[in-house]
């Protein structure tokens, strides 16, 4: 297979910070605004040789990794993605995590197969798993997959939900529950039960339902509702064996991400503040001293809680490393909302009113963050402290 030229380290984080500054930022309105995938972004991440982080170099990437005392550079690459636009930085860490499982995972041919599209011709991945049990007021079809075992492969029925990169992926690794719905984090059976199946999106038994993303923020990120109606998944195209996703723990390896990108919406009020300050010539108020300290101290120490986790997995601490990203995930998230918020005391009002980007940020950071409950990820924190049983993967009582 054609590989693209390798790119030194120090190359990818000044082409990186280039494109965000030149073409992502200023298309960050857009896609908030239309409520649409950050096409022209990837491309010019596929454009630049930075599409494929986490696909070995033989294969063409960067070949970051949890295992490969790097993962912090690509933790780095997701904070500058999310500096411009957090929505891009979702679908970023979608489109890498997929790749790390099917690096990792993956047998040779389906690496040969799957990583020739990325590297050559842009293809983009995902992970989808949202099957939530529960009904929201007003939904009347539950949410779910049924899966059936045919002589050709696997036949899907039912739907997906905060489906990132919907309309935009060109495949998506599907997490499913051979014993009902539920996908990986809602799942009640054994984790055998939950194997991962590549879908071809461009398969016309796959649909989306744009209807159902109407949120407050994150709108690029494009998380639709999924329909499959009779999908063929033939049996080639399962990654990896039935249950490994759950009892290898392959989530503890990304929560670090969700904190990555938190702290990109941190950095990018800061800078907004630091300059929106400097044009009023406010610098002499002690009260916006005191806040401009508090954020750049939130900003260091998320940093530093970041350089730890990654730490751990350098010096291949795997267990330490698991329950870290816990905490990493949990106290970036406040320190990134004390961020904005002081950034928004600083600037007053005028900041919450488009065009400008502080307003786009707290919305998005604000729903971001819902990703997970914070009290049952600091519960799940406490419970591993006090030797108690817990899972540290999708913070669920055991």
Request: aromatic letters at 10%; proline letters at 4%; one cysteine or more.
């Amino acid at each position: 297979m054609r590989q693209k030229l390798k790119i030194k380290p120090i190359d990818q984080f000044s082409l990186l910070k280039k494109l965000t500054s030149e073409e992502f930022a200023p298309r960050a309105k857009q896609y908030d605004t239309t409520y649409s995938f950050p096409k022209e972004n990837f491309e010019a991440l596929f454009r630049t040789g930075l599409n494929a982080p986490t696909i070995s170099t033989e294969f063409g990437g960067l070949g970051l990794g949890n295992n490969r005392k790097n993962i912090r550079d690509l933790w780095t690459m997701t904070t500058e993605i999310a500096k411009a636009d957090m929505a891009t930085a979702r679908c970023w860490e979608g489109h890498a995590n997929a790749l790390m499982l099917l690096d990792n995972l993956g047998t040779y041919i389906q690496k040969e197969k799957w990583f020739a599209g990325v590297v050559n011709k842009g293809d983009i991945w995902t992970v989808w798993s949202g099957e939530p049990l529960l009904k929201t007021p007003g939904q009347t079809k539950k949410i779910g997959t049924t899966i059936t075992k045919t002589n050709d492969g696997y036949v899907i029925n039912g739907s997906k939900v905060f489906c990132s990169s919907a309309s935009g992926a060109t495949w998506a690794n599907l997490l499913v529950n051979l014993e009902g719905s539920g996908g990986a984090r809602h799942t009640h059976g054994s984790p055998e039960s939950v194997i991962m199946l590549a879908c071809n999106l461009s398969d016309p038994s796959v649909t989306f339902d744009d209807s159902w993303w109407k949120p407050m923020g994150m709108r690029g990120s494009v998380s639709y509702k999924v329909n499959f109606d009779n999908t063929l998944i033939p049996f080639e195209n399962q990654i990896g064996t039935p249950g490994q996703f759950l009892l290898q723990e392959w989530q503890t390896r990304w929560i670090p991400q969700y904190a990555a990108t938190f702290l990109g919406g941190a950095e990018a009020a800061y800078t907004y503040t630091i300059s929106h300050i400097e044009k009023q010539q406010r610098q002499n108020d002690p009260f916006i001293q005191h806040r401009i300290g508090k954020m750049a101290i939130n900003i260091q120490s998320a940093r530093m809680w970041l350089d730890h986790a990654a730490r751990l997995w350098n010096e291949n601490k795997i267990n330490e490393a698991q329950s870290a990203g816990n905490m990493v995930r949990y106290q970036v998230e406040q320190l990134a909302c004390q961020t904005v918020d002081h950034a928004i005391h600083a600037c007053g009002a005028r900041s919450l009113i488009q065009p400008s980007p502080l307003e786009r940020i707290s919305r998005d950071l604000t729903l971001y963050t819902r990703h997970d409950n914070d009290d049952q990820l600091l519960a799940t924190i406490g419970k591993s402290l006090l030797g108690e049983s817990h899972d540290r993967s999708f913070f669920k009582t055991k």
